[in-house]
């Protein structure tokens, strides 16, 4: 399905903004009726000073507000992957997606109260993919992979999402710059050696799409080399599809102005300071150009055995709650099974009470 929903940003944030302007009407209302009556009251008995009748109004108003915002959140609606998926060989054109946007929630508020539901359920798939390795051979796994600018939350996704799964199934892996013995090999020689193992489920903070992001920014390579590339990619992830594996690859998608805020935050919290490093703002000067590089990946690496998925990632929740459905749809696709048991459990209960 194509990811025509995104590409008009300002619809769904209509349809948000009526709503929440509808809500605020209405506790203006409600408050404005309490103030009423706490003058009332005050007028009939001469209990509540002035004082006291703003508090009463503002508590009032603060419960309504607060029924509001704990109102349920329905539950998810559709695939957040159709509204996500980019159309494999579409052109893409990064500045028509709004970054700030949030495809398939309505507000923070909406995506929170979803979000103990949704971590039972990956706990659960992650379970049942693992067991099903285990107890019955499947070959099925899951390989994330996140790619984005400096600052676009690579690694936030990681501790936010999958720091809701059980580290004895996960594998993560952050490719940085080639040693000179994987210099000495094929590109991908580095990263055949890092995908999940049957039953695991994979992350890539950064990956093996630096080879065609840096390499042709950074002109680390020769263009025809990274021409070849891009084919070679898209061989090497069908071949994971073809072994198992469900790849899901998501390009967090931030602005340059969020870039900026981001940078300036670490600068100025010295607990953060560590995060930064002068070759942040190197790569910040090659915006152009490294948005004219990723939108040739998009393209060129965007096939139905591996789709990309854009993830607007101004709004840091929203990107971890992206993430999150993005990995529990690719789990749902598998639908793992726990597998029964290769024995008599008749008898082995018997034996177990004997015992």
């Not at 020689?189 to 994979?202: D, K, L, M, N």
Request: proline share 6%; aromatic share 6%.
């Amino acid at each position: 399905m194509a990811h025509a929903k995104l590409s008009k940003p300002g619809k769904d944030k209509k349809k948000a903004k009526g709503k929440n302007k509808a809500k605020a009407v209405k506790v203006d209302k409600l408050a404005k009726k309490a103030e009423k009556l706490a003058k009332k009251q005050a007028k009939k008995d001469r209990t509540l000073r002035p004082d006291q009748a703003k508090a009463l109004v503002e508590k009032v108003a603060a419960r309504y507000v607060e029924a509001e915002v704990l109102e349920p959140a329905p539950e998810p609606a559709g695939s957040i992957g159709a509204l996500l998926r980019l159309e494999p060989g579409a052109p893409v054109d990064l500045g028509s997606f709004d970054s700030d946007d949030t495809p398939g929630v309505l507000s923070r508020a909406q995506a929170e109260a979803q979000l103990p539901a949704l971590a039972a359920r990956v706990s659960e798939l992650q379970e049942r993919l693992y067991a099903a390795a285990v107890g019955a051979g499947s070959p099925r796994r899951v390989l994330l992979v996140l790619q984005g600018m400096d600052t676009s939350g690579k690694g936030g996704t990681v501790r936010h999402v999958v720091g809701l799964l059980d580290p004895n199934g996960i594998r993560i892996k952050a490719f940085k710059a080639p040693t000179e013995e994987e210099l000495a090999h094929d590109f991908l020689w580095r990263v055949r050696s890092e995908v999940p193992e049957a039953g695991q489920i994979g992350i890539f903070d950064r990956s093996h799409y630096e080879d065609v992001l840096v390499a042709k920014v950074r002109k680390l390579a020769l263009p025809m080399h990274i021409g070849r590339r891009y084919g070679a990619i898209n061989k090497f992830e069908q071949s994971l599809a073809a072994e198992g594996a469900v790849v899901v690859k998501c390009f967090l998608h931030i602005s340059p102005e969020a870039q900026r805020e981001r940078l300036l935050a670490r600068l100025e919290d010295p607990d953060k300071r560590w995060k930064y490093h002068p070759t942040d703002v190197d790569d910040r000067l090659l915006w152009p150009q490294f948005q004219e590089a990723y939108k040739i990946a998009l393209e060129r690496c965007g096939t139905e055995a591996a789709p990309w998925h854009l993830i607007p990632a101004d709004r840091k929740w929203y990107r971890n709650y992206a993430v999150l459905r993005l990995l529990i749809e690719a789990l749902e696709g598998i639908d793992p099974k726990f597998p029964p048991g290769d024995y008599d459990l008749a008898a082995e209960r018997e034996r177990v009470l004997a015992s």
